[in-house]
């Protein structure tokens, strides 16, 4: 069990890592952050820039703490809160991702949600720094609910997406 949490948490983590420095820096044929501005303008996250550097800001700590099994559910729980504001965002593409729908997002929150609840496992920081503690049902419930009110709060400040993307 222990060495399928940590597979898992490299897989996701380095995985929302990816997506995090594709949007910040352009790396692995990411638009860098003025060209996620751009987009994230265009499914109605206005300014775009700012929404671009926070979600990829929060993919990178997300990401960084799921790496490592750091804080318990704490970095699940970011990765949960920006894929349910990703699956809105493209909602209306249908579910496939070979049309932009939201399957990837959902199965990205589904890990963290998993990851959440079933902890960081034996081999992490929160082992080794004796903060199991964290790691509970209750902690998980609580850091997915702080998780949806932010990516609720997310959907809410957003503008109807421009003409050209939806179907």
């Given at each position: ?16 890592a ?20 751009a ?39 970011l ?16 579910y ?5 729908g ?66």
């Open positions: 069990m222990d060495v399928a949490l940590l597979l898992a948490r490299l897989l996701f983590g380095l995985g929302l990816g997506h995090s420095v594709q949007k910040l820096l352009g790396w692995f044929g990411g638009p860098g952050i003025a060209g996620a501005g987009i994230f303008e265009t499914l109605g996250f206005r300014p775009g820039r700012f929404f671009a550097l926070s979600a990829a800001l929060t993919e990178l700590a997300g990401a960084t703490l799921i790496v490592l099994g750091l804080f318990g559910p704490a970095g699940p729980a990765m949960v809160l920006i894929m349910l504001v990703a699956c809105v965002a493209v909602w209306s593409n249908g496939f991702a070979n049309r932009n939201w399957e990837p997002a959902a199965l990205y929150a589904m890990g963290g949600v998993l990851l959440a609840f079933t902890g960081p496992g034996r081999y992490s920081l929160d082992q080794l720094l004796g903060l199991m503690r964290l790691s509970s049902e209750q902690t998980a419930w609580i850091a997915l609910g702080a998780a949806l009110a932010a990516a609720l709060l997310n959907i809410a400040v957003r503008r109807r997406p421009h003409a050209e993307n939806t179907r």
